[in-house]
């Protein structure tokens, strides 16, 4: 129970996986860290005083309806049933003031349990990155100093791994660059973000062993000599450039941005592979991801009638949930595979050496993020279709308000009426 520590408690917000993870529970975890906290996530609590942790949570379908029907706790401390009913509630303008300053006001300093409504906020301020750097730093030195002072075997050989955790903590910077020459998307330069973000998407055992086996199987299309249990397949690069197409389609397109055709997401593999890999490599495969029906009957009909002799080839997975949407409210009671297929895209893409996500999805900026702190399988590079000067790769945000994005979207306008009207 952690009787000797006080708690965050939060409860992980209903909306979709990107928008959960990576601006709602990490910005909670980080939070945590700057106020000495521990942060503890729960859905679905019968009998607490707080109504949000009451809600089953959205983004999960097992019987418990909570974070851990897929992903492991972001503690293993719990809370006795009893306080349950006594958390006592931050009320917003105290939230507005830990948010920014990562400090918590006097009046709620003693209390043991304090709950956090998550919400979907901006990057966090540089008070509490400075803040949950120099506890991850206490934290770190900490743990080397009980290990030399145990001498025991069986933890000298953690205390250089950690050691070398405490150079790469202290290097970390809170200052967030903003670049002009591209698109910048909500916690893009923060390393302390993606770290969290990495921990907090840890899956349980059951859905990291089924995801893993998935993955090995998918890739193993690439390699039909590949032997299925060979755990390599995964984090080995091949004869062969991967390009990753993560295409976001169903809803994201009706409003919050444009879209690119599956034909056109195929001349742009092309053209990367004409700009990268032409002298060196004869062949790319291209690994499509998706939650788009159409868009993944596209992908399987071309990789059915590509020919031997073709130059690119496409991977895909079979058992995606296609549930055409990235609201929660429409996954019924399929939220748990539908977590497990995310998972599988992850992994697929980060196996990739060139990722091209749309990011003004929030999954793709999520995906952006591992990659940006290293979670590829070599030096996986990942870019936005934000950033592309040729109009025709070029996605725009329904947000961002250019000349450029406003023409981009009156042709998209044009195109949809005249593909919809009969001849």
């Not at 939230?95 to 919400?119: H, P, Q």
Request: hydrophobic content about 35%; glycine content about 4%; aromatic content about 8%.
């Amino acid at each position: 129970e952690c009787r000797d520590r006080k708690f965050l408690v939060t409860s992980v917000s209903q909306v979709g996986m990107g928008a959960s993870f990576r601006m709602g529970l990490v910005n909670s975890v980080l939070i945590g860290l700057a106020t000495n906290r521990i942060t503890l996530t729960l859905n679905n609590v019968q009998n607490s005083n707080i109504q949000y942790l009451t809600r089953p949570l959205s983004l999960a379908s097992c019987p418990r309806g909570d974070i851990q029907c897929v992903f492991l706790p972001t503690t293993p401390c719990t809370i006795p049933t009893d306080e349950l009913r006594n958390i006592t509630f931050i009320q917003e303008k105290n939230a507005r003031f830990m948010r920014r300053m990562g400090l918590i006001i006097d009046e709620l300093k003693d209390e043991r349990f304090l709950f956090y409504e998550s919400r979907m906020t901006p990057s966090p301020d540089k008070g509490i990155l400075y803040l949950a750097r120099r506890r991850l730093i206490q934290m770190a030195r900490k743990i080397i100093d009980r290990f030399k002072q145990d001498h025991s075997p069986h933890n000298e050989h953690l205390i250089p791994i950690w050691e070398e955790a405490l150079i790469r903590i202290q290097k970390i910077k809170y200052d967030l660059p903003e670049l002009e020459n591209e698109y910048t998307f909500t916690n893009k330069y923060s390393t302390l973000h993606h770290i969290a973000l990495l921990y907090v998407l840890r899956p349980n055992k059951y859905y990291q062993n089924k995801s893993d086996h998935q993955v090995q199987q998918i890739l193993s299309q690439e390699q039909p000599n590949q032997k299925e249990n060979d755990t390599h397949i995964m984090t080995t690069s091949t004869s062969t450039p991967r390009i990753g197409f993560p295409i976001r389609g169903s809803d994201k397109c009706l409003r919050e941005s444009t879209c690119l055709s599956f034909d056109t997401y195929i001349d742009l593999g092309k053209d990367i592979f004409e700009n990268y890999y032409a002298g060196k490599y004869q062949t790319s495969t291209f690994v499509v991801t998706t939650e788009d029906e159409n868009i993944h009957k596209a992908a399987a009909t071309f990789k059915n009638s590509a020919s031997s002799s073709s130059n690119f080839s496409i991977i895909i997975n079979n058992d995606d949930v296609l549930q055409g949407s990235g609201r929660p409210s429409n996954f019924q009671n399929r939220a748990d595979e539908i977590m497990l297929s995310s998972l599988v895209a992850l992994k697929l893409q980060l196996s990739t050496d060139k990722i091209v996500g749309n990011c003004c999805s929030n999954f793709h900026t999520l995906l952006m993020d591992l990659v940006a702190t290293g979670c590829g399988v070599s030096k996986t590079q990942g870019t936005c279709l934000q950033d592309f000067q040729n109009p025709k790769y070029k996605v725009c945000c329904a947000w961002t308000r250019t000349e450029e994005c406003d023409q981009i979207r009156a042709n998209a306008s044009i195109a949809a009426v005249t593909t919809n009207t009969p001849s």
